[in-house]
C-alpha cells in the first residue's frame, strides 16, 4: 500500500504537476499566441477541435519544448526565480542537497509541491504575459491601417479582458514568489531541527563518516 501511495504521489508531482501543469500548459498557450500572430483566433480553436491524434500530440510536444525556452528566458532575465536573491546559485545548490540527505519523506513531499507551484506560477505569469502582447499585436496587425492606432482599438476593444489578465498576472507572480519562500522556509526548519547547517560550509553527514570507517574506526565506538 506505501509503495502504491509513492507511485500516485510521485506520478502526481512529477508528471500531472510539473509538466502538464507547469510547462504544457503555458506552452499550449504561448503556441495560441504565436499562431495568432497570422491567423484568427477562432480559426485556431476550429484547427485543434478538428486535429487529428498525430497533430495534436505534435502541438503538445511542441508546446513543452516551447515552455522550456521560455522559462530559461525567464531565468536568465530574472523574473522567474529558482532562489532567493540573497542566496547565489552555488549556495541555494548546497542548500537543496543538505535538505536532500536530511528531510523525511514527507518533508521532501511538502518541498515538492512547492517547487510545482513555484514553477507553475512563475511560468505561467511570464507566458501570459507574452500572450497578451502576442494577442493584441496579432489582432491590430490583421486591422490593417496604422498599427499604432489599430493597437489602440485594439486595447479599447478589449479592456475588460486586458484587466482581467493583468489581476491574473499579479497573482501568479506572488504565488510564484510565496512559494518561492515557503520552499526555503523549509529548508530553513530542517536546518533548525538538526543544527549542523552553517553557510557557505560542507553539509556534514553520517555518509562522510561511514566513508572514513577503515581510517578512523574509533568514531564507532
Request: glycine share 6%; aromatic share 10%; hydrophobic share 45%.
Amino acid at each position: 500500500m506505501n509503495n502504491l501511495t509513492e507511485l500516485i504521489n510521485s506520478f502526481y508531482n512529477n508528471f500531472i504537476l510539473r509538466d502538464i501543469v507547469a510547462k504544457i500548459v503555458p506552452g499550449v498557450l504561448l503556441a495560441f499566441s504565436i499562431a495568432t500572430l497570422k491567423y484568427e483566433p477562432a480559426r485556431i480553436l476550429k484547427f485543434i477541435r478538428e486535429g487529428s491524434t498525430i497533430e495534436l500530440a505534435f502541438l503538445i510536444a511542441a508546446s513543452w519544448v516551447i515552455a522550456f525556452g521560455v522559462q530559461a528566458m525567464g531565468e536568465a532575465m530574472g523574473v522567474i526565480r529558482l532562489w532567493p536573491m540573497n542566496l547565489t546559485s552555488d549556495q541555494a545548490r548546497k542548500r537543496i542537497v543538505c535538505f536532500g540527505r536530511r528531510a523525511t519523506t514527507e518533508e521532501k513531499r511538502i518541498v515538492e509541491r512547492y517547487v510545482v507551484v513555484k514553477e507553475a506560477c512563475g511560468l505561467g505569469y511570464l507566458a501570459l504575459l507574452i500572450a497578451l502582447v502576442m494577442i493584441l499585436a496579432g489582432d491590430a496587425g490583421r486591422r490593417g491601417g496604422g498599427f499604432g492606432s489599430a493597437l489602440l482599438i485594439s486595447f479599447s476593444n478589449h479592456k475588460l479582458l486586458i484587466g482581467s489578465i493583468l489581476l491574473l498576472l499579479v497573482a501568479l507572480w506572488w504565488t510564484h514568489d510565496k512559494h518561492l519562500k515557503r520552499q526555503y522556509e523549509t529548508y530553513d526548519a530542517v536546518d533548525r531541527e538538526h543544527a549542523h547547517y552553517q553557510t557557505n560550509t560542507d553539509c556534514p553527514t553520517e555518509r562522510s563518516l561511514a566513508e572514513s570507517f577503515a581510517e578512523n574506526p574509533e568514531i564507532y565506538d
